[in-house]
């Protein structure tokens, strides 16, 4: 079975670009958290979705918002982008809202912004 | 944001030896996990703790959830190069909207 796809891999942007990530959960999952990681740092919480709607957010700006697709899919943009939003981006996903033992997340999108 | 203290930082030892890290939080939290990362990966889970004093094995790995329920370590035991990478402990508070809070990792080195 095909774990959590996270696209593109790698990517570079200058400042004040917008980008969108994507992230594909496990089969028969519904619910997808997106995390950033910054170097040296654990991953820090930004969004929850559960069944297409924001369930939690974290201590991010309004730049960043989010939206998850009928097939459960999710896309996590990123506007006016600054050097400090550079970071490992990480999807996770679950079978539903919240926390379970089923969380599991993805390799990631490595965001460059110069 | 608020990342849960967990020490040591780094951790340079010689394989065979066992390892000790710990994890400790100003906040109660009702789980608290236990994840590896290796480089250009996400993390993989490693334990989950689901209950205040209670003691979890996986294979070489015991991990512990502090009576408190604002703290927990991690041990590994006759450690083999393969162990090398960044664990991190991650609480979760319960309910359903919240997301993970991670410390900022210890970085294992196992020197031959």
């Known amino acids: 079975d095909a774990g959590v796809t996270q696209s593109p891999t790698h990517l570079i942007k200058t400042r004040g670009q917008h980008v969108t990530l994507r992230c594909s959960p496990i089969?028969?999952?519904?619910?997808v958290s997106w995390y950033q990681q910054v170097l040296g740092q654990g991953p820090q919480f930004i969004f929850q979705?559960?069944?297409?709607?924001?369930?939690g957010r974290g201590n991010f700006p309004d730049r960043f918002s989010a939206r998850q697709f009928p097939n459960y899919s999710s896309e996590l943009n990123v506007n006016a982008l600054l050097l400090g939003d550079s970071a490992l981006y990480l999807c996770?996903?679950?079978?539903?809202?919240?926390?379970?033992?089923?969380?599991?997340f993805g390799s990631g999108t490595r965001l460059t912004v110069v | 944001g608020q990342q849960l203290n967990q020490s040591p930082q780094s951790m340079f030892i010689q394989e065979g030896e066992d390892v000790s890290m710990n994890c400790t939080s100003s906040s109660i939290f009702n789980t608290w996990l236990w994840y590896k990362q290796d480089p250009g990966e996400g993390p993989v889970l490693l334990i989950a703790?689901?209950?205040?004093?209670e003691l979890t094995s996986n294979g070489r790995l015991t991990a512990q959830f502090g009576i408190t329920r604002k703290d927990s370590f991690l041990n590994i035991s006759a450690s083999i190069p393969s162990d090398v990478g960044i664990y991190f402990c991650?609480?979760?508070?319960?309910?359903?909207?919240?997301?993970?809070?991670f410390g900022k990792g210890t970085h294992l080195i196992i020197q031959p």
């Open positions: 979705y559960y069944e297409k709607e924001e369930r």
């Open positions: 703790l689901y209950k205040a004093g």
């Open positions: 991650a609480g979760h508070p319960g309910g359903g909207a919240d997301g993970l809070t």
């Open positions: 089969s028969g999952h519904k619910s």
């Open positions: 996770a996903s679950s079978r539903t809202g919240g926390f379970n033992y089923g969380y599991t």
